[in-house]
């Protein structure tokens, strides 16, 4: 029998070991860069961050937080700059005096996390980051700073290890990109 996502998959891009290897690498980074300051607060954007984050924060070997936060983007008109983020669900934590890391799954344009950015940028943080599992940089259309990136990947419709093909196959154990 093959797997449910089978029909689906053109290829595997990043394997499980490869990926597993990579959020661990990252978690040693982020323990050594935070382990001398305050209060540490992972901010998980949902629904893709999700995996990540939890394989994140086990290798994270400093005390620290977690919330999550939802948001929903959509195109008004033909114009990408005109996007509009809505914020489906807020974080329950205050943000002062803590040093935020946004752990995201993907960045395509980057108009989501400028938004969201800007955003808790206003509640005060001691300092504000961005860790992302992968980014696709030709897609940017405006300048976002990341601290850390798991992987640089072409532009190529992906999915599996927390990135939904039409909200299903989340719980790919590895990234996959998707069958045209
Ligand atoms: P953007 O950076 O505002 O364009 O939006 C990025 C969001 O679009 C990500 O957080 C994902 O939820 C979604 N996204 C972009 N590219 C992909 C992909 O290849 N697979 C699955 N989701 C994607
Ligand atoms: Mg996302």
Same mark, same amino acid.
């Given at each position: +029998? ?19 290897? #990579?959020? @661990?690498?990252? &978690?040693?980074? =982020? ?16 629904? &893709?961050?999700?995996? *990540?984050?939890?394989?994140?924060? #086990? ?8 919330? $999550? +936060?939802?948001?929903? !983007? ?8 005109? @996007?509009?983020? @809505? ?19 993907? =960045? ?6 400028? $938004?969201?950015?800007? +955003?808790?940028?206003? #509640?005060?943080?001691? !300092? =504000? ?13 405006? *300048? ?5 990136? &798991? *992987? ?6 992906? $999915? ?11 719980? +790919?154990? $590895?990234? &996959?990109?998707?069958?045209?």
């Amino acid at each position: +029998m093959c797997a449910a996502y089978e029909p689906f998959l053109q290829e595997v891009l990043i394997d499980e070991p490869t990926l597993q290897a #990579r959020v @661990r690498a990252l &978690g040693a980074q =982020i323990s050594s860069d935070y382990a001398d300051l305050g209060e540490l607060l992972l901010i998980c954007i949902l629904k &893709g961050g999700v995996i *990540f984050l939890s394989d994140l924060t #086990r290798h994270i070997n400093i005390p620290h937080e977690i919330d $999550f +936060m939802a948001v929903k !983007s959509y195109q008004k008109g033909d114009r990408q700059t005109s @996007r509009n983020v @809505r914020i489906e669900r807020d974080l329950e934590v205050h943000l002062e005096n803590k040093h935020v890391l946004i752990v995201e799954d993907i =960045i395509d344009s980057g108009l989501t996390l400028d $938004f969201v950015m800007k +955003m808790l940028q206003a #509640r005060k943080p001691a !300092s =504000i980051k961005l860790c992302t599992l992968l980014n696709k940089a030709s897609r940017r259309e405006i *300048f976002i700073p990341v601290q850390y990136v &798991g *992987f640089e990947i072409e532009d190529k419709y992906v $999915f599996g290890y927390g990135l939904d093909l039409d909200e299903k196959f989340r719980n +790919m154990p $590895f990234i &996959g990109v998707a069958k045209l």
